[in-house]
């Protein structure tokens, strides 16, 4: 045998077992089998240890395992072996916001924009960060980045105007929010941060129309809570205790909800509209002709603000 066929021998079979033990990682991932994952790509890197796919397969499964430090170091690993790895970067940084490093976080959005300077998924998740971090302006400067590059990007318009919002923008933040809604009419973070807005305006009406928009598509115990405060302000007392009812079906421990209950079972026995089938009621608009047919347009009109 020669030299050629020694290393053939040598060689070929650690390749062909390194590729297996990475299909059967991946097939394992896949299908949620995330032990025989790990122990596959353990496998894999035993036989190839500066192997970033491997680093980067095993970084997923320890992450999705809840293991984010042994996640985190997987991802330093791949990149060390592939500074420029974009899913390494991604990772890192995911993996980073998930321990509740901001810094880091953005930091390592920084160096993969370094190389990939257009990559709008680093552009808004950079803006995430440094929105939770408070840093509203600076966040403001990624979803504008975000918009330059594509401005049908819906996220970024809600998170923009989340961001305004936040710094006494309102009218600006009315603006972003309603582009966010034109480019994706179902898209839940811009429906809650127009439901934001208008609770923080005190139209009450508009606030329980959009709050149902909202529990269509997602329930959650505060959204229930708004909506019930939203009725009692328009003094429809039973509509605001089965909202709070609900929200303490949803969290037993909601103590806001406990109370605003007991509020609005207090208020039932002074007032209780009865709205029937008018979905607008408490929105009333002057000089609107279906307004001017209402049947309850007096009881409207004196909750509208």
Not at 30 to 35: E, P, V
Not at 137 to 156: G, I, K, M, S, T
Not at 212 to 240: N, V
């Amino acid at each position: 045998m020669g030299a050629a066929d020694d290393v053939g021998q040598r060689f070929l079979p650690s390749v062909d077992e390194l590729e297996t033990a990475m299909r059967s990682g991946l097939r394992s991932l896949d299908a949620g089998h995330l032990d025989d994952a790990l122990r596959a790509f353990n496998a894999a890197l035993r036989l190839k240890p500066e192997y970033d796919a491997a680093w980067l397969a095993r970084g997923h499964v320890l992450r999705r395992m809840g293991d984010l430090e042994a996640a985190l170091d997987c991802f330093a690993q791949a990149l060390r072996v592939h500074r420029e790895s974009e899913e390494a970067w991604l990772g890192l940084a995911s993996t980073l916001h998930a321990l509740g490093r901001r810094k880091e976080e953005v930091e390592a959005y920084d160096e993969l924009l370094k190389i990939r300077p257009r990559l709008v998924e680093a552009w808004i998740n950079k803006g995430a960060a440094l929105h939770e971090a408070r840093d509203f302006r600076a966040a403001l400067a990624c979803y504008d980045r975000v918009l330059a590059l594509r401005p049908e990007h819906a996220a970024a318009w809600s998170n923009k105007g989340a961001a305004l919002l936040r710094l006494g923008d309102a009218a600006g933040a009315e603006r972003c929010i309603d582009e966010a809604l034109h480019f994706d009419p179902d898209f839940y973070d811009a429906i809650l941060n127009r439901l934001f807005l208008l609770e923080g305006k005190g139209l009450h009406g508009e606030t329980v129309m959009w709050a149902e928009r909202a529990l269509r598509i997602r329930e959650a115990p505060w959204i229930w809570h708004l909506k019930g405060l939203a009725h009692l302000a328009l003094l429809e007392s039973t509509l605001a205790m089965r909202s709070f009812e609900r929200a303490l079906e949803l969290d037993p421990g909601f103590k806001d909800a406990r109370a605003a209950l007991r509020k609005a079972k207090a208020a039932r026995a002074k007032a209780d509209f009865y709205r029937g089938v008018y979905e607008c009621f408490g929105t009333h608009l002057a000089g609107d002709p279906g307004c001017a047919e209402c049947e309850i347009a007096a009881r409207c009109r004196e909750v509208s603000p």
